[in-house]
């Protein structure tokens, strides 16, 4: 079966004194979806950006925003990040102790829902949950910071994860986060991902446009 393959380029590693131009690029460029990192310097040490960012990319793009929260208490924020115009909405496992209500809120809000996996968090803690996603965003690095090193055991729960969905016969959408370059894109469209997630890769490349290109032929 032929799977889909989708590149959201992570906001995160762009040029935020052109990043309307940066958004161009994207809108111009073969990217379905874009990511939006939005850390707290609570659950992650980094703080990024927050709604009014999402807001404004939201005006500028008819791409889908997909939004992954690295943050503590996230339910307080869903309905705030749909009015900015998020259409999927990724919470952390780890950071969120009501999943199943959390991911009912993000659907009734009208966006996609989303669990985000660390790298050391089974996804077999995700088997009664997985009914009620859209995607599992299983993170291949560490969270917070960019330009990280693959962490190879990663591919490993891809393969897993790709296994329980399908046993089920679910639409639930594998994303990956980290590491993702042209050596790694390849090994995980193999093993069953379908979105990955890649910044400083597309961002401190001469030509963005083409290594997004290249990474959905990889």
Do not use: C
């Amino acid at each position: 079966m032929e799977r889909r393959r989708i590149i959201a380029p992570s906001v995160l590693s762009a040029d935020f004194l052109n990043l309307g131009r940066d958004i161009e690029m994207l809108n111009a460029s073969e990217a379905e979806w874009i990511h939006l990192d939005i850390m707290d310097g609570r659950f992650v040490p980094n703080i990024s950006f927050g709604i009014p960012v999402v807001h404004a990319i939201r005006k500028a793009t008819t791409k889908t925003l997909d939004v992954h929260l690295m943050i503590e208490e996230p339910e307080k924020y869903i309905t705030a990040f749909a009015n900015a115009g998020a259409d999927v909405l990724t919470l952390h496992y780890e950071a969120s102790r009501h999943l199943h209500r959390a991911m009912q809120q993000i659907h009734d809000a009208g966006m996609q829902a989303g669990v985000v996996l660390n790298p050391h968090t089974p996804v077999e803690l995700l088997h009664d949950l997985l009914p009620y996603l859209d995607v599992v965003l299983l993170m291949s690095v560490n969270p917070g910071f960019g330009g990280q090193k693959f962490i190879p055991q990663v591919l490993d729960k891809v393969i897993r994860l790709r296994r329980m969905i399908d046993e089920r016969n679910l639409d639930v959408i594998i994303e990956v986060d980290g590491g993702v370059n042209d050596l790694t894109a390849p090994q995980l469209f193999e093993a069953g991902a379908e979105a990955l997630v890649a910044g400083s890769y597309v961002f401190g490349s001469e030509d963005p446009s083409e290594t997004i290109r290249q990474l959905l032929q990889a």
